[in-house]
């Protein structure tokens, strides 16, 4: 049996926000390791860390405020938080790229669809040929369109790479077909703002499927949607991992929603991870509290079968320092040690990892 | 009478801005069709669950049952007086018995505010309003939504999502209303918090003796919370019937989509993508016949001609569907 092969290694980290003011830890000694071809869902309430997480792998953390304090980030064998801003942007896109929650504000006002993607296959290109000069330059094969005669090229001279509109339509009306719109043709030429939200999240996944990343981070790509676009959306996540071979980091508040994506499941409390398995696991052994909680208070049942299980108390302001467990407070199970010691993120069965004492042994 | 609310074939258009000069030309004045024939009645002590996507009129339907827009034709029966044609002071007495708690706590609780004085704004409105006695009224409702005693003097904006929602209950509480729409209560909260404002709807309504119409586009909490369920797509009420036939037998393929795309907890029972084609069609020109008919995948000849009516199927059941009864034979149990 070969080894799983690690893509994504999040080590140790530690974010703050800091301000005049204060400091706020966002997020707290996360560790968090992503397979090649895998789906791992974060799931947590809102001012839980996971937005600052995904924000922080793809180096897009706005620095001040944030501020990482120690950690690492190792993707293709490089920590993605030393690496200069430079060599940084030649990652985005087409190593890590990123879904946004609200599709209309990531996608430019003032392009079309068509042209935004088109721009994407740009990208792409540049940065998979190099440039390379003398008469025995390799041309990519996909480069051949605008490619100057040999002549030219032995001098070193390359004119800009202009592949024919159409031919780049082509790819893009492809792209836009695998992600099930019915009539690519049209939407090619459309702004924005004349989509419907669930078209231009499609719109936004075709182009992660031409960037053709290896890391995908989704936050809450459905939030914004209506329930059957979802379904829709969640099952194209799927497919992009199944084709192009992407691992995806799924940000969402609805474990239902992860239940249904992910192959690994992280929930978040406070900016820590404090329970980390496999999906079934998960739902099958649920072993810290407040995931307990979130299956508990889930709304599954019909009225007549009684009243939900509730957390107690308030979504934890990340302001207020609480000593021990951050989940003491809401805790039904908690007791003296909580209160004082803090739990490690650690190995309570083979693959399930959990932060609580009630798990770890003595 | 068991009846609370009776909405009868209520209608609301908007008209869509038009200038002079498209009057001048002729040009056709064009409507959205958000509310369109509606029919329903709400029992007393009941929670009527009204799903849809966003966009279908939900929200619309129950500003208009509330009388906040006016309607365009029809009529809303509440408590046995007729209030669609009621203006000025007759509306207002109207207005004491029915409430609504919005979406968004943010934004529907006055910031300049301190918290005693939104709730116990309502009773200023109705001049009802001796100060020993609003005291008792707002005491007693922050302890039915179980806001501590020191919240009366703080500002809204010092509270979480969740108590903020609190107060907003109570603000729609303290007249004593039989009842409140219901407003996505819930959408902008996180789930350990939605888990107790649904608790806590659900204790109000025991113990006030409340009827609620219940807005959501979440299949499982209309399934939580509802006696019963009406299923609008544009405009329209496509299914209505007790919670658990709707969603065990759906008599509407567009409730059959709805209930097999919601992701359930169980990672082995993944969603159906639903065989719906496209998106929700425009309200202004909303299409012939059927309105659903070109997203559904069983339509015929008869759904692209004729409009369905909503009727009864099975007992206490409604479908607009021309194929209801085939549905019912075939009856994809979903549970």
């Known amino acids: 049996m070969n080894m799983p092969e690690v893509l994504l290694d999040v080590q140790n980290l530690v974010v703050k926000y800091k301000t005049k003011m204060r400091e706020i830890r966002a997020l707290d000694r996360v560790n968090l390791a992503v397979e090649a071809r895998q789906i791992v869902a974060i799931v947590g309430e809102s001012g839980c860390g996971k937005s600052t997480l995904g924000l922080s792998i793809i180096g897009l953390l706005p620095m001040p405020p944030a501020l990482v304090e120690s950690g690492q980030i190792i993707f293709q064998g490089r920590d993605l938080l030393r690496v200069k801003e430079a060599e940084m942007a030649m990652f985005r896109g087409t190593g890590i790229s990123m879904v946004f929650q609200e599709p209309m504000s990531s996608l430019d006002p003032v392009f079309t669809v068509g042209g935004q993607l088109r721009e994407a296959i740009g990208v792409r290109e540049k940065r998979n040929t190099r440039r390379s000069y003398g008469p025995f330059a390799r041309v990519a094969p996909e480069d051949i369109h605008g490619v100057t005669g040999g002549a030219m090229r032995m001098f070193g001279f390359r004119l800009p790479r202009s592949r024919p509109k159409e031919v780049l339509s082509d790819e893009v009306v492809q792209a836009l077909k695998k992600v099930q719109i019915a009539d690519p043709e049209t939407v090619l030429g459309k702004y924005p703002h004349e989509l419907s939200g669930g078209i231009a999240q499609r719109v936004m996944i075709a182009r992660a499927l031409i960037e053709r990343p290896s890391l995908l981070i989704a936050d809450e790509p459905t939030s914004a949607l209506d329930v059957t676009t979802q379904a829709e959306v969640l099952k194209l996540m799927r497919a992009l991992r199944d084709e192009v071979g992407t691992s995806i980091i799924f940000v969402t508040h609805d474990l239902a929603v992860a239940a249904q994506v992910a192959e690994v499941v992280a929930v978040m409390y406070a900016g820590e991870i404090v329970e980390l398995a496999e999906t079934r696991e998960i739902f099958r052994k649920t072993s810290h509290p407040y995931s307990e909680g979130l299956i508990g208070s889930f709304p599954e049942k019909y009225k007549d079968q009684g009243m939900l299980e509730t957390i107690p108390g308030d979504v934890p302001d990340l302001r207020s320092q609480i000593i021990g467990c951050k989940f003491n407070p809401r805790c039904k199970y908690a007791f003296d040690r909580c209160m004082v010691e803090h739990p490690d993120l650690i190995e309570a069965e083979a693959g399930h990892k959990v932060a609580c004492f009630l798990r770890s042994p003595r | ?335």
Do not use: W
Request: aromatic residues 6%.
């Open chain 2, 1 to 335: 009478m068991n009846e609370l609310l009776l909405v009868e074939d209520l209608t609301k258009y908007f008209p869509i801005e038009s200038t002079i000069l498209d009057r001048v030309r002729g040009r056709r004045i064009l409507d959205v069709h958000a509310v369109d024939a509606v029919t329903f009645d709400l029992h007393r002590n009941e929670t009527l669950g009204l799903v849809g996507e966003s966009g279908s009129g939900k929200t619309t339907l129950g500003r208009t049952i509330l009388m906040l827009e006016r309607p365009t034709s029809g009529k809303i029966v509440f408590d046995g007086q007729e209030i669609s044609d009621l203006r000025g002071s007759e509306l207002r007495k109207i207005r004491r018995e029915m409430q609504i708690v919005f979406q968004n706590p943010v934004s529907s609780l006055d910031p300049r505010m301190r918290v005693k004085d939104i709730v116990t704004e309502p009773l200023r409105a109705f001049r009802d309003f001796d100060r020993k006695s609003a005291d008792e009224a707002v005491h007693r409702v922050l302890e039915a939504v179980k806001l501590p005693e020191d919240s009366l003097t703080k500002f809204a904006h010092e509270f979480s999502g969740g108590q903020k929602q609190r107060i907003a209950v109570a603000r729609a509480l303290v007249l004593n209303p039989k009842f409140i729409v219901l407003d996505e209560p819930t959408s902008a909260l996180d789930s350990s918090i939605q888990a107790q404002i649904l608790n806590l709807l659900r204790a109000l309504q025991d113990e006030y003796k409340l009827s609620y119409l219940f807005i959501t586009h979440n299949i499982n909490i209309v399934k939580f919370t509802s006696d019963r369920i009406a299923v609008m797509y544009m405009g329209k009420l496509v299914e209505v019937g007790e919670t658990k036939d709707v969603l065990e037998h759906p008599l509407h393929p567009y409730t059959l989509a709805l209930i097999v795309s919601v992701p359930r907890l169980d990672p082995d029972k993944k969603v159906e993508t639903p065989p719906l084609h496209g998106e929700m069609s425009s309200m202004i020109n909303p299409p012939a016949g059927c309105r659903f008919n070109p997203r559904c995948p069983y339509a015929q000849e008869i759904c692209m001609t004729k409009e369905p009516e909503l009727r009864e199927v099975v007992t206490g059941h409604f479908s607009a569907c021309h194929f209801a009864e085939k549905l019912f034979e075939v009856s994809p149990t979903t549970e």
